[in-house]
């Protein structure tokens, strides 16, 4: 079946611009992240959906950061005045469900974010 | 917080040595243990995991055993090929958190 997918692959942009950048989860998966990996790093947690809500949001590194899942499915991170800083790759994963301990999150192949 | 501490790469191997890479991590609580694989060109997957202190996990011949005593959860293979040539993600998700906690990654590099 169909696996995590994000779009777009890359995505270039300028310093101040705004961005979205889109997960589609797996058919069925309630549970919802967004990681970003910067170069030599490993991801480091930014948001966590279940369902249409935000469970956890405590990765987002300030307020330029902003995820939605309107309708439990597909969510978008949005990223206001981009910074340098911010290029990294932007990874989301699902989950069937969350909440138990054995919890494995299948991994998109990410979002290439460059701000220049 | 919760913390993942893996070694430093990359590591450079020849085809049939034995490896192992480590890893040890801090967390509240009981956290469950994860190795992820990142191959070139292709996005992160599971390897193997372990939920429980002494449980094993094991697939594709790498082996790794949560150990509660030294925080530990050494990844370990008796026979490397070519092919495992990738990066590897040591990760634990518990402490109260939802997201998974991942280390630095360890590139290792198998020549034949």
């Known amino acids: 079946g169909a696996g995590v997918s994000q779009t777009p692959s890359n995505k270039v942009t300028e310093k101040g611009k705004y961005v979205e950048l889109r997960c589609d989860p797996i058919s069925g998966h309630t549970a919802l992240y967004w990681y970003r990996q910067s170069l030599g790093q490993g991801p480091e947690f930014l948001i966590y959906f279940q369902g249409t809500g935000a469970a956890d949001d405590s990765g987002l590194p300030n307020d330029r950061f902003f995820a939605v899942r309107p309708e439990g499915s597909v969510s978008t991170l949005k990223i206001q005045r981009t910074e340098r800083g911010d290029s990294a790759v932007y990874l989301c994963?699902?989950?069937?469900?969350?909440?138990?301990?054995?919890?494995?999150?299948?991994f998109g192949p990410g979002t290439r974010l460059t701000v220049l | 917080g919760n913390s993942v501490t893996q070694m430093e790469g990359p590591v450079t191997l020849s085809e049939e040595a034995f490896l192992t890479i480590n890893c040890t991590y801090t967390?509240?609580?009981?956290?469950?243990l994860f190795w992820y694989v990142q191959y070139p060109g292709e996005g992160l997957q599971l390897l193997l995991k372990?939920?429980?202190?002494?449980d094993k996990g094991s697939n594709k011949g790498f082996e790794a055993t949560y150990r509660k005593e030294t925080t530990s959860f050494h990844l370990e293979k008796g026979s490397v090929q070519v092919s495992d040539s990738a990066v590897y993600f040591c990760?634990?998700?518990?402490?109260?958190?939802?997201?998974?906690?991942f280390g630095k990654g360890t590139h290792l590099i198998i020549q034949p």
């Open positions: 967390a509240t609580g009981y956290p469950s």
């Open positions: 994963a699902s989950s069937p469900r969350a909440g138990t301990s054995y919890n494995e999150q299948f």
């Open positions: 372990a939920t429980k202190a002494d």
């Open positions: 990760a634990l998700r518990g402490g109260g958190a939802d997201g998974l906690t």
